[in-house]
């Protein structure tokens, strides 16, 4: 009798296990301490800050566009969606408008860098679940669109494209046909992909039922992007608040019902679809831009300067920069199709700095510290759709040359927060699953 009872409470008791941040599923940026009865959790408790890197205080001490590359390091997984973001909560505050060409361009480099995160996560996830396959079929095709962003800003990952006032490059000629190219290849991995999980038996198992997150509690969270919407909520910052050209373009809003690991998922699929369609009806309305130079007109940018140095300044007037691909197309006439004509706040085209001393002057004004673009105090909150939900930026400004005071509103932090609710009551083996439908990206998380 007293060992039949010592072995009840001890069947009782819970224990703890650390889960990450040297652990597979965890990246190495997250820490999950779990309280266990047997397989089951009991609780669980979130330890971020791994990756904080001191963005909004960084911000402090940098000038306005000198910020868009600390943006980057934010969602790595599509960071054009974070420059166009800050970019856009700067001009609001600011009252700059971005002609119409600049606008399409940055709709086209955020949807672009949409369909590369949900790639990220749906293939990742995937794998963690012991889909290797798909993981390799959504990777390359990830790998077609960063040749795209590549042949767009002359990086594939830290793009810092945006400036205050447009963006840094016109679109390479050819990028039309580079997209439509690439597009038929993501089509076709995400098919692929869809075959191999959507009602293969064993994804289906581990994902219906598991994470579910009601629509309720979701909204009390203030959880947004996919996580929201397959819990049944429409909501989509491009559609509810309006920005860019997205009030102009056809699109869906894919909702789920269940709001559990297998909806998130359809959403991200279905999702990925409608970037490729707002990024093609994008292509096909984009105002004309300006026909190229003829190349027997051009020059290396390297030739013109020294050109300079040895006096032949009158050849100046004959010869336009030839750039590389991160400033492609960005003579005189495409600058003016994509920036904001306001010299005080938009930095002029590579061949005005290395052809005239007023370009030259231009340029290294705006970029000094103390002399750079002067935004107006006051402060703005604006947000964009990012890859995980509303990315927010809130700025301030004391009228000097950069932030006074920027806040970054996480998407994924919110629903970070509500993860030990999600997790408790699930098995250990659902802790992935419902981990990697968060798509929780460190350094927009931490910041």
């Known amino acids: 009798m007293e060992n039949g009872t010592h072995a009840t409470e001890r069947s009782q008791k819970t224990y703890m296990l650390n889960m990450g ?10 820490r999950l301490i779990l309280e266990l009865e047997g397989e089951r959790v009991a609780s669980a408790d979130c330890e971020i800050g791994y990756l904080h890197r001191a963005f909004e205080k960084h911000a402090e001490a940098e000038t306005w566009n000198n910020v868009v590359p600390w943006t980057d390091r934010l969602n790595y997984v599509s960071p054009l969606i974070n420059n166009v973001g800050y970019a856009l909560a700067v001009e609001k505050l600011g009252g700059i408008v971005v002609p119409e060409r600049g606008q399409h361009i940055r709709t086209i480099a955020c949807e672009i860098s949409r369909v590369t995160d949900h790639l990220t996560c749906v293939g990742a996830s995937a794998m963690e679940l012991g889909a290797f396959t798909v993981f390799l079929y959504m990777i390359k095709a990830r790998e077609y669109l960063y040749q795209l962003i590549d042949q767009l800003t002359g990086a594939r990952i830290t793009t810092a494209f945006t400036r205050v006032g447009g963006v840094k490059a016109d679109l390479p000629a050819d990028f039309a046909a580079g997209f439509r190219g690439a597009a038929a290849k993501v089509r076709e991995a995400v098919s692929e992909s869809d075959q191999l999980l959507t009602k293969n038996r064993i ?11 009601s629509k309720e509690r979701a909204l009390a969270y203030g959880i947004t992007g996919p996580f929201l919407r397959a819990s049944g909520v429409p909501y989509d910052v491009r559609r509810a608040h309006p920005h860019l050209v997205y009030d102009r373009l056809d699109f869906d809003i894919p909702v789920g019902r269940a709001g559990d690991n297998y909806d998130r998922y359809l959403c991200r699929m279905a999702e990925i679809e409608q970037s490729l369609r707002l990024v093609e009806q994008c292509l096909e309305k984009i105002p004309a831009g300006p026909h190229s130079l003829d190349p027997k007109e051009m020059k290396d940018a390297y ?25 492609e197309g960005m003579g005189p006439a495409a600058a003016a199709a994509t ?10 085209t590579k061949e005005q700095t290395y ?36 990315l927010g930026f809130h700025a301030v400004s004391a009228g000097g040359d950069g932030p006074y005071r920027l806040r970054c509103r996480p998407p994924c932090l919110f629903i970070m927060a509500a993860l030990p609710e999600l997790l408790r009551g699930a098995l250990i083996a659902d802790i992935v699953p419902t981990f990697g439908s968060v798509n929780m990206i460190a350094g927009e998380l931490d910041r």
């Open 21 to 30: 941040p040297a652990h597979p599923a965890m990246h190495g940026v997250v």
């Open 203 to 213: 994804f289906m198992d581990r994902m219906e039922g598991t994470g579910v997150c």
């Open 303 to 327: 030739e013109i300067q020294d050109l300079g140095k040895f006096g032949d300044t009158a050849l100046l007037r004959k010869y336009a920069a030839r750039v590389d691909q991160t400033l």
């Open 339 to 348: 920036r904001a004509g306001d010299r005080a706040v938009t930095l002029p």
């Open 355 to 390: 052809t005239n001393i007023e370009g030259l002057m231009n340029h290294f004004e705006l970029v000094m510290w103390s002399w750079g673009i002067k935004i107006p105090a006051g402060e703005t909150y604006s947000a964009v759709e990012g890859g995980n939900g509303e």
